[in-house]
């Protein structure tokens, strides 16, 4: 039996140790993983509670980012709850492995501190791999700093588990930006975490002998769209678990979480729509510029898939709105940022139809400051003044050199 | 039901594919076939002809139509030393308490492992055209070869 782990009100962690901490209490039958940075303190956090006999289950140290997701799937299709953690590289390897687990309907956990993508080799954090996952068929939340990495890791396991749900769920910090800045951090007890997330049911479990059944069927053309179509249906009615667990933890905690966060909205004229810990850069250039008499609001997909279009819609349906710029932290590989083209769609059907322009910013770990958040603001209260977009529609932000970017508004 | 080991029982009803097609709502969560009807504890001690497999076992399906050459078994030469059955990939050799008693043609691929692995000589097992007749082929077995001196 695992011992209880002695926790104050208020803990000083960073994101790594609270992710590992809330996996510490969800009690995780199996643990495989290959750590790697910037996420690699989750794994030996969680290791160091196994030796110390804070932990029940097994840890298993595999050869490969790719093993450590098929012993995931493997564990977890024998009827366990599961859980690993990575990043950048590691991610890549088990992307393979991470469209088994969604199309084999395996609750895993996989906490991600996110990090750039090779060529060239780079630790720090941008949002690379987090992107690299987006069709790969899990729930995907976005902790913006270390309380919320503790929260949405005990989320992910109610809603991934969910019978309703079924599938895999990741929890996105920033690498090094969260996962290694120490704040204060409200953890629940062991005894009332574990609760919240409540005991594992097992589904089609392997090790149900009197139910022997196969995994990992192959279907060809007369069955894989049908299998593709239920999946794809569970994960978009998944919103509806998803919103259900984010308000039983404020009945919890009182701490209040949407699937799509928005700061200062009601009234904006521009607003600035990002992911991760950029999201609190924003909200606080758009303080500032309040106070300077412009208008600035923040919308932040706190849940990335399934991608929340009506409540994007919704955040963006207001009347006084008139220029959005779309922050992408990640290099777009020949096309507009995956959040841009995303967030103007949703855009695309409000009635105010505001402006839309594309950044990408941060990439490798590039700072991102409040002066640059209130440079881009101040960018899209020119575009509201002239009734166009004055710039290039898609913009990089803080890289060196000549401007770069792409596309302008026609205009008859 | 059971008819045997040899028997047709639920082996090879249909041709692999056949099934009912069934629409997104009604297929199974994550792709998970049952194997057998009814309660499967005990089944590592069940005889393959008293099982009840499930509509989804492969067992019930027969890919015999894959097959372009064909395993035929000579009782006479046999010595029951059991190395087809150890090596055959699709199961398809079906034994007994150690005695050879017959082919799989619902699941046999006609490989030719089975073949390639007989110790007799001549053979207990050779590969003949898919559509030979099985006396005809016994008919046809070689005789004994002499060791080369």
């Known amino acids: 039996m695992a011992k209880e782990f002695e926790l104050n009100e208020v803990e000083v962690w960073d994101g790594n140790y609270a992710a590992s901490q809330a996996l510490r209490q969800a009690q995780v039958d199996v643990v495989a993983a290959y750590p790697i940075t910037p996420s690699t303190p989750i794994v030996e956090g969680y290791g160091a509670y196994k030796a110390n006999g804070y932990v029940d289950g097994e840890v298993v140290m595999v050869e490969s980012e790719h093993a450590a997701m098929s012993g995931c799937v493997g564990a977890a299709a ?35 501190a996110n990090r750039a993508l090779a060529a060239p080799l780079n630790v720090r954090g941008d949002h690379s791999d987090m992107y690299l996952g987006r069709d790969s068929g899990w729930v995907q939340l976005d902790a913006f700093n270390a ?3 503790y929260d949405m890791t005990l989320c992910a396991f109610k809603i991934g588990e969910h019978l309703d749900v079924r599938l895999p769920v990741m929890v996105h910090q920033d690498g090094f930006t969260t996962s290694h800045k120490a704040q204060n951090v409200y953890p629940l007890q062991d005894k009332v975490a574990y609760d919240f997330i409540g005991d594992y049911v097992p589904v089609d479990d392997m090790l149900d002998f009197s139910r022997a059944v196969t995994h990992g069927a192959q279907t060809e053309e007369d069955w894989h769209f049908e299998h593709k179509a239920r999946q794809h249906k569970a994960l978009m009615e998944s919103r509806t678990v998803i919103d259900d667990v984010f308000a039983k933890l404020k009945e919890l905690t009182g701490r209040e979480y949407k699937r799509v966060e928005t700061y200062m909205m009601e009234d904006a004229e521009v607003a600035i729509v990002a992911l991760g810990s950029s999201v609190e850069t924003a909200i606080l250039a758009a303080q500032e510029l309040r106070e300077e008499g412009l208008n600035a609001g923040v919308v932040a997909p706190r849940c990335f898939r399934p991608f929340p279009f009506d409540l994007v819609r919704d955040a963006l349906d207001v009347p006084t709105l008139k220029a959005v710029a779309c922050l992408d932290k990640s290099a777009p590989g020949g096309a507009m940022g995956a959040l841009f083209n995303e967030v103007s769609a949703a855009a695309y059907s409000t009635k105010s139809r505001p402006m839309m322009t ?38 990089f932000s803080g890289v060196r050199g000549p401007k770069l970017g792409f596309f302008q508004t026609r205009r008859g | 039901m059971s008819t045997g080991v040899l028997g047709e029982n639920k082996r090879g009803l249909r041709e692999l594919g056949a099934e009912d097609k069934l629409g997104w709502d009604e297929v199974t969560q994550g792709v998970v076939l049952t194997s057998f009807e009814g309660d499967s504890s005990n089944i590592a001690h069940t005889v393959v002809e008293d099982r009840e497999y499930s509509d989804f076992n492969t067992y019930t399906a027969t890919v015999a139509s894959w097959r372009v050459l064909k395993p035929v078994y000579n009782r006479d030469i046999c010595i029951d030393c059991q190395n087809c059955w150890v090596w055959c990939p699709d199961t398809s050799i079906i034994s007994r308490d150690k005695q050879m008693l017959g082919i799989d043609y619902d699941h046999c691929k006609g490989c030719g492992v089975c073949v390639e692995v007989c110790p007799t000589n001549p053979k207990s097992l050779l590969m003949f055209g898919e559509s030979k007749e099985i006396d005809e082929a016994l008919s046809e077995w070689p005789e004994k070869k002499k060791k080369e001196k």
């Open chain 1, 147 to 149: 309380q919320e990495a």
């Open chain 1, 78 to 112: 024998a009827g366990g709850r599961v859980a690993t953690a990575t990043s950048s590289q590691g991610f890549a390897l088990m992307v393979e492995v991470l469209y088994q687990a969604s199309g084999m309907r395996l609750p895993i956990v996989l906490t991600v």
């Open chain 1, 358 to 395: 594309n950044f990408i910013y941060g990439l490798g770990g590039r700072d991102f400051s409040v002066e640059e958040a209130k440079r881009i603001f101040k960018e899209q209260k020119a575009h509201a003044d002239a009734g166009h977009i004055t710039t290039d529609i898609q913009q």
